[in-house]
């Protein structure tokens, strides 16, 4: 338990801390941010609770907010991503997952493990830039900064999964 | 309560959910000055819009209260309606034409109000009995004048009342003439229709048309001239063929005949006595 929460802890700072001195850097052709620490989440078992993944969604977006000067943004984004996560685990884990599978490409397989790192990541997207536009009269460039900041995002979860599964 | 515990056991998710949601979108509208921009103006768009609301709801619940008021306003200004137009009518009341003439041609002449005590319309010689006599400086040959028109000629009279030979009398005639044109003949009532009477002697090649007015001539001492008699309805000739006889609808219906008033010229007795001089003069010689 104590390690499970040590492990988090750790994979919450290095998230955080990439997202404040590498990832906050990049704005792709203007629009696209990487915002991977939406990592996070993927890394919750099967059958967490799922307060207690809100709650860490919560810190986790609320320390990348302070960080990225974005108040509020990153923590609301994470907390409805947090919030469908392990009913959307629960349904897309094998059939004969153990009880408390950790979600990865090996436990899940490659293509389940990619939708629900989809799923989860647009809808940290959506909301992430919804919250920042807070308007939909430039629709256009909002779609674009979510479309491409959600690819880039979505590339480097499936990334940090490959290389952490090998 | 048990049941309550449960509930918010089975959704505690959902609580922490909610309220975890609530505090991150305290701190972007807190922090975020474009979002909080947004927040404010939508907030004040919405409370205003609730205000408004709010206006209307209190302004339907208080409608009973208005429309009683407003009726009672109503109901205040309806009555000072009636007053004014009440006044407004005793101050205009002879605002046509003949009115106005009728009561301009009264002007200088002694006017003693009198009220109808029995009046009869139906007869071929009606005569109208009114309440005032010798006493009140009531003489006969004195005219008598309604609202509208002529009422006839005082006949009797006795210390309190006297009786007056109206138009509608068949031995009443009397000199008129007509507005426009200026010609004149003997009015009569043919003993028919008590609205009508008929105007004799009109020369042939005066120039009339119906709904020309007739009004006294003053070529006697009883009535000044100009006072309003009725208007031309129909145009006939003569029994000789030499004159027309128009049919003159009156001014005055008989019919309803309460207040008149007797007139009574400053030099009329002072003119009799010379007429009466002139015909034994005339007689003598």
């Known amino acids: 338990m104590l390690i499970t929460f040590l492990q988090r802890t750790l994979w919450l700072v290095a998230l955080v801390a990439l997202q404040m001195m590498v990832f906050n850097h990049i704005h792709f052709l203007g629009y696209a941010t990487p915002l991977p620490y939406v990592y996070l989440l993927l890394l919750f078992p099967l059958g967490s609770n799922r307060s207690a993944v809100m709650a860490w969604g919560f810190v986790c977006g609320l320390l990348c907010d302070i960080v990225s000067l974005t108040p509020g943004i990153g923590a609301a984004a994470m907390t409805m991503a947090a919030f469908i996560q392990p009913p959307l685990l629960q349904l897309m884990a094998p059939k004969d997952a153990v009880e408390d599978m950790k979600p990865s490409m090996r436990t899940m397989g490659f293509w389940p493990y990619a939708r629900y790192a989809l799923i989860i990541t647009a809808v940290f997207a959506v909301t992430y830039f919804a919250a920042t536009a807070f308007n939909f009269f430039h629709l256009r460039d909002m779609g674009i900064a979510l479309a491409s900041s959600w690819a880039i995002t979505y590339a480097l979860c499936m990334l940090c999964e490959a290389v952490r599964s090998k | 309560m048990r049941a309550l515990l449960e509930f918010i056991a089975k959704f505690y998710h959902w609580l922490v959910f909610v309220a975890l949601e609530v505090a991150a979108t305290m701190l972007i509208f807190r922090f975020n000055n474009y979002q909080g921009s947004v927040w404010l103006t939508t907030a004040n768009t919405v409370v205003g819009t609730l205000d408004s609301w709010e206006r209307e709801a209190i302004r339907f619940v208080h409608l009973g209260q208005t429309n009683t008021e407003l009726t009672r306003r109503n109901l205040r ?209």
Not at chain 2, 84 to 93: E, I, M, N, V
Not at chain 2, 138 to 161: A, D, F, K, L, R
Not at chain 2, 255 to 284: G, H, K, N
């Open chain 2, 77 to 285: 200004l309806e009555q000072n309606v009636a007053f004014l137009r009440a006044r407004l009518d005793s101050l205009t009341h002879d605002s046509t034409v003949s009115e106005r003439l009728h009561s301009q041609r009264m002007e200088g002449v002694d006017m003693l109000q009198a009220r109808v005590i029995t009046n009869s319309v139906l007869r071929r010689n009606n005569l109208i009995t009114i309440n005032v006599g010798a006493a009140d400086g009531v003489e006969p040959e004195q005219g008598v004048v309604g609202g509208t028109g002529i009422v006839g000629i005082v006949y009797m009279v006795s210390e309190h009342y006297s009786i007056v030979m109206p138009l509608l009398n068949s031995h009443f005639s009397m000199s008129c003439c007509l507005r426009d044109s200026g010609y004149f003949g003997q009015l009569k009532w043919d003993g028919k229709d008590p609205f009508f009477a008929i105007l004799d002697d009109i020369p042939r090649h005066a120039r009339f048309k119906i709904g020309d007015i007739v009004e006294t001539s003053g070529f006697s001492s009883i009535f000044p001239k100009g006072l309003f008699v009725g208007r031309v309805s129909a145009i006939e000739n003569s029994d000789d063929g030499l004159s027309y006889r128009l049919r003159i609808h009156l001014g005055i219906n008989f019919s309803r005949l309460d207040d008149v008033c007797v007139v009574r010229q400053a030099f009329q007795p002072e003119l009799r006595q010379l007429e009466e001089q002139a015909d034994s003069a005339m007689a003598a010689q």
